[in-house]
């Protein structure tokens, strides 16, 4: 076993933290689930215990949205090549990867814009045009509700930005977001999968939410839809951004809410029959791969939590405690011992400083463990963007606050600023990976050499 000395906490959570990253890389999830198996004279296109005729197949269309959607594209055109008859996807600025017969198109997010927009009108035109006999593949991943926006009749493009900045503003989580959207939006909630009907429609997901409701990831452009207009109403009330939203998206609430207009198309629905849906990555496997390169490192591995939410620095307060309890019994450990959480927490925008989620939550952790030795945290968004930054997260230790009176920097007014992205990066401690061509949610990884 390595002693305190040798072992570097900071090196070894970055190599556990890769190795979760490598197992969800949206591409290659997409490569693996999906092959083509030739049957006498007949192709079969296997997606898990789905087996479909592509000799009984009309033109096959590849659609899809969200960040990971061109790694995805990519995969698919290396399994089916030209049996594609075109398509179109759209991922972040950025994000994008050239393919054969498939267009990526780039647009904003987490806030809509008019390239997003364009997008929609191309994705649905050509949803529209599926034929019966046809099979639309639609890929989806984090960050789709947003690259895809379509507004309902009467709602514009910037009366859904002025939501989407609202409710991010407020701490809503992803769930609060997706409902309120699916009720502004022509396309989410089910909508495309009415849009595609009765074409064969087959949706590969990476998902970005805990426990992988089909109906949340991307806000279900083609699930079944259990919420209604008068929750979407009940989540803008909550984060206290009703009073102030546009008229014409108070006066689409309130007119779903008497039933005036129709809700969106709920579970069971006819335009459902021929849908099915394929989770390809999902943040269980990230924090999976996790594990066993933790454990094959020589650590005591134990998975805290796969469902961290709620605010950025309560949750690294509570992590740091756990931190502190493994300290407290080190007399009864025998080898060092790492934590993994999997999750995604919010931050309520309080301050005028730059930060993301991850950063909050190590910065609130740095200041709680002070200076302990041997304890190392990094937190990161495994889609490679934390916030408004450039930075995936974070990596700290003992020494990130305790000793940044060197610098003349005070870690509590950069947390209580929310400016953990300008505090972190001049101590050195900000993680970046670029582009990452997945989106899981984040990874947390503890580290504490009590041995």
């Known amino acids: 076993m390595q002693s305190k000395r040798r072992r570097s906490l900071k090196r070894e959570a970055r190599a556990i933290f890769r190795a979760g990253l490598n197992a969800v890389h949206a591409g290659e ?5 999906m092959k083509v198996e030739k049957d006498k004279d007949n192709d079969f296109l296997i997606l898990g215990k789905q087996k479909i005729s592509l000799n009984e197949t009309g033109r096959i269309l590849v659609l899809g949205a969200g960040k990971a959607s061109s790694q995805m594209a ?5 399994r089916l090549g030209n049996r594609i008859d075109g398509g179109a996807v759209v991922t972040q600025y950025s994000y994008g990867e050239r393919c054969r017969s498939i267009e990526i198109l780039e647009a904003s997010h987490p806030v809509p814009d008019s390239s997003g927009l364009e997008a929609s009108r191309k994705i649905e035109k050509l949803a529209a045009g599926a034929r019966k006999e046809d ?3 639609f890929l989806l991943s984090g960050g789709g509700s947003a690259l895809m926006p379509a507004p309902a009749p009467g709602i514009s493009l910037e009366d859904k930005q002025s939501v989407t900045n609202s409710l991010l503003l407020a701490g809503a989580p992803i769930e609060a977001l997706n409902c309120v959207r699916k009720h502004l939006s022509e396309l989410k ?3 495309l999968a009415r849009t595609v009907f009765p074409a064969r429609m087959i949706v590969l997901l990476v998902s970005d939410v805990i426990g992988d409701p089909l109906d949340v990831i991307g806000s279900g452009p083609a699930s079944g839809d259990s919420t209604t207009f008068s929750q979407a109403k009940a989540y803008l009330q909550r984060y206290g951004v009703f009073r102030d939203m546009p008229e014409a998206i108070k006066k689409r609430i309130e007119a779903g809410c008497r039933r005036d207009i ?3 198309p709920v579970p069971g629905d006819k335009i459902f029959s021929r849908v099915s849906h394929h ?5 269980k496997i990230a924090i999976k791969a996790a594990y066993e390169k933790a454990k094959s490192m020589g650590y005591s591995v134990k998975v805290q939590s796969d469902s961290l939410s709620g605010e950025a620095k309560d949750a690294g307060k509570s992590i740091a405690e756990d931190a502190k ?3 407290d019994n080190s007399r009864k450990k025998n080898s060092p011992q790492c934590l993994l959480y999997g999750g995604e927490t919010t931050v309520r925008v309080l301050g005028n400083g730059v930060g993301g989620r991850c950063q909050e939550l190590a910065l609130s952790f740095a200041i709680e463990i002070g200076g302990h030795e041997n304890i190392c945290l990094l937190a990161a968004g495994t889609d490679g963007k934390d916030g408004p930054t450039d930075a995936a997260g974070a990596i700290v230790d003992g020494k990130t606050a305790k000793t940044a009176q060197n610098q003349r920097l005070d870690p509590y ?3 209580r600023d929310n400016n953990s992205h300008d505090f972190l990066r001049r101590r050195r401690a900000c993680v970046y990976t670029g582009s990452s061509g997945t989106n899981v949610m984040d990874l947390v990884i503890l580290l504490v050499n009590c041995c």
């Open 279 to 283: 989770v390809v990555a999902n943040n």
């Open 325 to 327: 309890g493994i300290l």
């Open 135 to 137: 099979m639309v593949i």
């Open 29 to 33: 999830a997409v490569y693996r689930y």
């Open 189 to 191: 909630g089910g909508n």
């Open 74 to 78: 990519r995969a698919v055109e290396r």
């Open 413 to 415: 007014a950069h947390l």
């Open 262 to 264: 129709p809700d969106t």
